[in-house]
């Protein structure tokens, strides 16, 4: 499985002509705001964008920000997500995430606090779920956006520069891993199953693997021997904790014959034959 991809369009606000493509300068409530698409401050590339609220009404909420409307056909109804982005500000801002129906009936608004920040920082990671069922079905007004704002009685003057968004899934990465044995069909203890089988893991989890110590397939006797991952030698534990899962893995029991491990068990099992001989030879005595 591919790793997630930022569903977020221009997210460097590095392409457009006389504006950033797929951004939309905004202003909430009673604010007077300024929108700039920046090409001196900026975290990467040549270019950022600023929103300045220069004063908002002293009886009022007021707000600025850049939004993008992401296309719902490009989200999973019911999916857990992140939105980040690189960010600088003289007061607290809020990413935000609103989805509404086509009349613009407010569906579901997440927001996510991030403290002033005078040097560009990380916003850290705003985890969140898009609703489900009837309320999926009426979404049609998808966005996101990172807002600075005010409340009424604060005297103002706010800035806030964006950069870098990312937007992308994060529940649904998850890796198959295939338990495999030598010989094959080995019956796991954890995760229960015949080799070989498949389970899906969530991705960075551990696997707790655990197999019997020895198996007999037909006349042989086989001991537990070590785990191979992806083909290479890793460890005898049983059980044994393997991970964290990055990526799709095969994890493979590795089971010796008991003589072929012990070689010395070959005189034994010579003098056992020897042994017979002399049985049979004892009950043609007895006849
Ligand atoms: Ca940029």
């Avoid at 504006?19 to 040549?46: C, F, L, N, Q």
């Avoid at 719902?72 to 960010?87: I, N, S, W």
């Avoid at 537990?224 to 964290?244: R, T």
Wanted: proline share 6%; with cysteine.
């Amino acid at each position: 499985m591919a790793l997630p991809e930022n569903l977020v369009s221009n997210p460097g606000f590095e392409s457009g002509v006389t504006k950033p493509d797929y951004w939309e300068p905004m202003i909430t409530g009673t604010a007077v705001a300024t929108h700039e698409w920046d090409a001196v401050d900026r975290y990467s590339g040549a270019r950022s964008a600023k929103c300045t609220i220069v004063r908002i009404d002293p009886d009022a909420y007021g707000g600025a920000y850049w939004r993008q409307r992401i296309p719902k056909e490009r989200l999973v109804e019911g999916g857990t997500y992140a939105l980040r982005d690189k960010y600088k500000a003289n007061r607290s801002s809020n990413l935000r995430v609103v989805v509404a129906d086509s009349a613009w009936q407010l569906i579901s608004g997440q927001y996510f606090g991030c403290p002033a920040s005078l040097d560009w920082s990380n916003s850290g990671e705003f985890i969140f779920t898009f609703p489900s069922g009837t309320d999926w079905q009426r979404a049609f007004y998808i966005y996101i956006m990172h807002e600075i704002s005010g409340a009424p009685g604060m005297v103002f003057d706010a800035w806030l520069s964006v950069d870098d968004f990312e937007l992308y899934r994060t529940a649904a990465l998850t890796w198959n891993v295939t338990l495999e044995s030598s010989p094959t069909g080995v019956q796991f203890v954890q995760p229960p199953g015949t080799a070989p089988f498949t389970v899906t893991v969530m991705d960075g989890e551990n696997v707790t693997v655990e197999v019997p110590r020895e198996i007999q397939v037909e006349t042989v006797r086989y001991s537990f021997n070590h785990w191979e991952i992806n083909g290479v030698e890793d460890g005898s534990a049983n059980p044994s904790s393997i991970g964290p899962i990055r990526a799709d893995s095969s994890i493979r029991a590795v089971y010796l014959p008991r003589a072929a491990a012990l070689p010395t068990l070959l005189i034994l099992v010579g003098a056992a034959a020897c042994f017979s001989i002399g049985l049979v030879a004892l009950s043609f005595a007895k006849r």
